[in-house]
T-cell receptor, first 115, second 110 residues
Framework: ETGVTQTPRHLVMGMTNKKSLKCEQHLGHNAMYWYKQSAKKPLELMFVYNFKEQTENNSVPSRFSPECPNSSHLFLHLHTLQPEDSALYLC??????????????FGDGTRLSIL | SQQGEEDPQALSIQEGENATMNCSYK?????LQWYRQNSGRGLVHLIL?????REKHSGRLRVTLDTSKKSSSLLITASRAADTASYFCASIQGAQKLVFGQGTRLTINP
């Protein structure tokens, strides 16, 4: 149990569907992250939120839309995805910036397959 | 651009042997971290070494850092089957952006 829970664990969707990934952390952290892990590519940071405010968007296509309603919850809304978006999407949390470096705690990810 | 590059990409050893994985990076760092990922799971933070440190230990883990060569190594001593996983190095860019390498896939054979 890492303290970071992601749902669903697996998701299969068509290119025209709309779905959302959910992440919840129980660690009292104030920063949350979305990462994409594709086969044969390094883990890529997508978005960073500090105290519910988006502080980093790593040139992610607009078909990925993050939402952070509070410091414990993070969503990734998906629509009109492409086959190359099939990957493992990982959520992480940590203490927010300005508090010295703290390691990031990861959930187990959502395995997304685009048909 | 990819910051960390692990070497080897895959490593298979017998239980009880030591495993050494290397990481090279391109730009200056404040610290470098190592993470483990078991199959089908998320990443777990193992150890952090700061740029002014040369070596750090945590249990059976030993990490070294050579900033002049922009490289780091992770040594796992007396390996166990449970150490089978992928291992990643990561550096921080800016305040929070972790940049990962592609990882070393370690298999411990019983």
């Amino acid at each position: 149990e890492t303290g970071v829970t992601q749902t669903p664990r697996h998701l299969v969707m068509g290119m025209t569907n709309k779905k959302s990934l959910k992440c919840e952390q129980h660690l009292g952290h104030n920063a949350m992250y979305w990462y994409k892990q594709s086969a044969k590519k390094p883990l890529e940071l997508m978005f960073v939120y500090n105290f519910k405010e988006q502080t980093e968007n790593n040139s992610v296509p607009s078909r990925f839309s993050p939402e952070c309603p509070n410091s414990s919850h993070l969503f990734l809304h998906l629509h009109t995805l492409q086959p190359e978006d099939s990957a493992l999407y990982l959520c992480a949390s940590s203490q927010a910036r300005g508090q010295g470096y703290q390691p990031q705690h990861f959930g187990d990810g959502t395995r997304l397959s685009i048909l | 651009s990819q910051q960390g590059e692990e070497d080897p990409q895959a490593l298979s050893i017998q239980e009880g042997e030591n495993a050494t994985m290397n990481c090279s990076y391109k730009t200056s760092i404040n610290n470098l971290q190592w993470y483990r990922q078991n199959s089908g799971r998320g990443l777990v933070h193992l150890i952090l070494i700061r740029s002014n440190e040369r070596e750090k230990h945590s249990g059976r883990l030993r990490v070294t850092l050579d900033t002049s060569k922009k490289s780091s190594s992770l040594l796992i001593t007396a390996s166990r089957a449970a150490d089978t996983a992928s291992y990643f190095c990561a550096s921080i860019q800016g305040a929070q952006k972790l940049v990962f390498g592609q990882g070393t896939r370690l298999t411990i054979n019983p």
